[in-house]
């Protein structure tokens, strides 16, 4: 349901993690595209306004965070504020505690799912550990309390009716009392549903929720209908206090912006999501996971979190301030090939990468740690001033530098030739050079 948004902020974070630095016009660009791609998922425009805004003002503000590429931090920062739209935390319902069964009283429009909703709920607090009942309180149409009956045949989980025309409330309370005496510990009802929130529906659920003091009063909308679906939330949620969200139908093509607005328009969590009409369809909402899905991270996270680790802080500043001073020696690059390999194996690294893993073995193995033994040993066979002063290293010292790490030549003549490259990058950089470059490729790859 949320492809498009999803290939949209992939393709917006695909590119962001390429850069070796952004600029605020970087910044600027991809967050407009952010807005946009959000727009298009139909999401709120509100949440959509706070969401770039604060997103922006975390990247400005931790502008130089340690040894981690801008773009990653980014994305990172992307991540963390759809968590957060997304509600944080997941909603778990509070069942407990005993004695007395707890309350789940479901309330919807009609047509949203509530009935399907219950049976499948039950199931799953069934497989939680927990002993749940239905109570069929939707006693205008002998049709809806039949078609919790046959679910509850379908699923072998208990439901309570009574006649057509009983008050909502006795039923509920009957409801309670097998509850009781039957040794379950949730109840579960499912309530009539209208056209259009009306004055008598919500009389009537407030007068239910008062008799029965449900623990869980949650709200079932069709994930379908989109902003609409965020308006009817507010809505209900203005007369009869929700705790949670169920989002049905998850699994249609709409664009999905329901969502992601509805928790920070209404302030009311997703407890589940809908993603079918089977009784196992009911999924617990996970605001990190989704978000996960959603910028297709793979392990990505995990990745800037070793690279934090790994790098030192200080002696990457050093670094860079001797590159810009052009002072950059072989030494350095030694010790920056050592942050590296403290981040782990190159090859593990590349497998976190989203996309990449699935790239052959020849960037594999461009990138392995053979390679950069083979760079570090080269430069430990020089002599300090050699690698101080590469310039000096003329055909005999590279025989004698190529016999001492076990190489080749060849193998030295790339590597001087790679840091010569990078040096003049660098002093281009350095002198105010207007554009920023690709990143430096590192001698060896
Ligand atoms: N694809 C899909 N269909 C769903 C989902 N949830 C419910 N449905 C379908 O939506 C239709 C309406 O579901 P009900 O559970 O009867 O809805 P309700 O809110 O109880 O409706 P009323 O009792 O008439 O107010 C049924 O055909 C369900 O199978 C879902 O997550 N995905
Ligand atoms: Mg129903």
Do not use: W
Request: hydrophobic residues 45%; aromatic residues 2%.
């Amino acid at each position: 349901m949320l492809e498009t948004l999803s290939a949209r902020l992939q393709a917006i974070a695909t590119r962001l993690r390429g850069q070796a630095r952004l600029t605020e016009a970087d910044l600027d660009m991809a967050l407009r595209e952010v807005r946009l791609a959000l727009l298009e998922a139909d999401v709120h425009f509100r949440v959509v306004k706070t969401f770039v805004a604060r997103i922006r003002e975390r990247a400005i503000g931790s502008a130089v965070l340690d040894g981690v590429r801008p773009g990653h931090q980014v994305v990172k920062l992307v991540h963390e504020e759809l968590v957060d739209i997304l509600g944080g935390e997941r909603h778990v319902l509070r069942l407990g505690p005993p004695p007395g069964p707890a309350v789940v009283l479901l309330v919807g429009l009609q047509g949203s799912g509530k009935t399907t909703s219950a049976a499948k709920l039950a199931v799953r607090l069934r497989r939680d550990g927990h002993r749940p009942l239905l109570v069929a309180a939707d006693v205008y149409r002998p049709a809806a309390v039949e078609q919790l009956v046959r679910l509850g045949e379908q699923v072998g989980i208990e439901v309570v009716t009574g006649p057509t025309g009983t008050p909502p409330a006795s039923i509920a309370e009957a409801g309670l009392t097998a509850a009781r005496n039957g040794g379950a510990d949730v109840v579960i009802v499912d309530t009539a549903g209208r056209q259009h929130m009306d004055q008598p529906m919500m009389a009537e659920l407030e007068g239910l929720a008062s008799a029965l003091q449900p623990t869980e009063s949650l709200l079932v909308v069709d994930a379908m209908t989109g902003q609409e679906a965020v308006r009817v939330a507010e809505t209900f949620h203005a007369s009869l206090p929700l705790t949670g969200l169920i989002l049905t139908k998850m699994d249609g093509d709409a664009r999905g912006g329901a969502a992601l607005s509805i928790r920070t328009v209404t302030g009311v969590p997703i407890a589940y999501v809908g993603t079918g009409e089977g009784m196992d369809a009911l999924e617990a909402f996970h605001p990190d996971r989704l978000a996960q899905r959603i910028l297709g991270m793979g392990d990505i996270l995990t990745l800037v979190e070793r690279a934090q680790e790994g790098m030192d802080r200080e002696e990457a500043e050093r670094a860079a301030q001797r590159m810009l001073e052009s002072r950059f020696t072989l030494e350095d690059f030694r010790s920056q090939l050592q942050q590296v390999k403290r981040m782990g194996p190159i090859g593990q690294l590349f497998e976190m990468v989203p996309g990449a893993a699935g790239l052959g073995g020849a960037a594999q193995a461009a990138l392995d740690d053979g390679e950069l033994r083979r760079v570090e040993a080269i430069i430990d066979s020089m002599t300090p001033t050699e690698r101080r002063e590469p310039h000096l290293i003329k055909a005999a010292r590279r025989r004698r530098i190529a016999a001492g790490s076990g190489t080749s030549v060849a193998h030295v003549n790339r590597l001087l030739r790679q840091f010569e490259e990078m040096q003049k990058l660098v002093r281009q950089l350095g002198s105010g050079g207007s554009r920023p470059g690709p990143a430096p490729r590192l001698p060896g790859r």
